[in-house]
Each structure stands twice: as C-alpha cells, then as structure tokens.
C-alpha cells in the first residue's frame, strides 16, 4: 500500500513539473496559429498587435513579457528600448508563419 502511494505522488510531481513544460510549446503553436490566421500581428517595435479584438488581453500579455526582456535586454547593453525592440522585431519577422501581418513604422500592414 505504501509503494502505490508513493508512486501516485511521483506521478502527481512529475506531471505538475511537466505542465509548465507542456504548455510553452502549447501557447507558442497557439501563437503562431493566430498570427498565420491574421488574428495577431507584429509591429515594427518588436510588440505584438491584437487585429482580432476579443485578443486583446492575451495581447496585453504577451506584450508585457516581451516588455521585462527588452528593458533588461536595454539596461544590460545601455541602449533604448525601442532599439532592443527593433532587434527583437527583426527575428519575430524571419520565425513567424506565412501569413503574418506586420506594422511598419508608417503605418501600413505587409503580410510576410
């Protein structure tokens, strides 16, 4: 009896542990789903944009992470956050699916 229930509570750990894991990958898909579905968009700054409104707060969201890197990312190196944001924005364009709607600077939507 004492082994089952400590096997059921290794298995509780290891999938509590593997949650988190899971759903990165999960959320990143989900991600790029909406960006090929033209529902999210990039902007030129490197932060997201919700095209579809009911998105908006995981938009909110996901800006916010991407917020604390660049700031660290801007500190670390001395430069402005719009320029880490640039950077940032360069690489989001060469990873995001085919469908992908960006903002650039003037205001116009290019799809990749």
Same mark, same amino acid.
Request: a positive charge; proline letters at 3%.
């Given at each position: ?7 059921? =509570?290794?298995? &509780?750990? /290891? !999938? ?7 759903? #990165?990958? %999960?959320? +990143?898909?989900? =991600?790029?789903? &909406?960006? /090929? !579905? ?7 700054? #490197?932060? %997201?944009? +919700? ?62």
């Amino acid at each position: 009896m004492t082994r089952r229930w400590f096997s059921l =509570l290794s298995l &509780l750990m /290891a !999938a509590t542990l593997a949650l988190p894991l899971l759903a #990165g990958p %999960a959320a +990143a898909q989900s =991600l790029d789903d &909406l960006r /090929a !579905a033209g529902k999210i968009g990039e902007r030129y700054d #490197g932060f %997201a944009v +919700a095209r579809d409104s009911n998105l908006k707060d995981m938009v909110v969201e996901i800006n916010a992470k991407r917020r604390e890197i660049y700031e660290k990312e801007a500190a670390k190196l001395g430069v402005s956050l719009g320029e880490v944001g640039k950077v940032y924005a360069a690489k989001i364009v060469k990873q995001v699916p085919d469908g992908t709607w960006f903002l650039t600077a003037d205001g116009d939507w290019l799809q990749k």
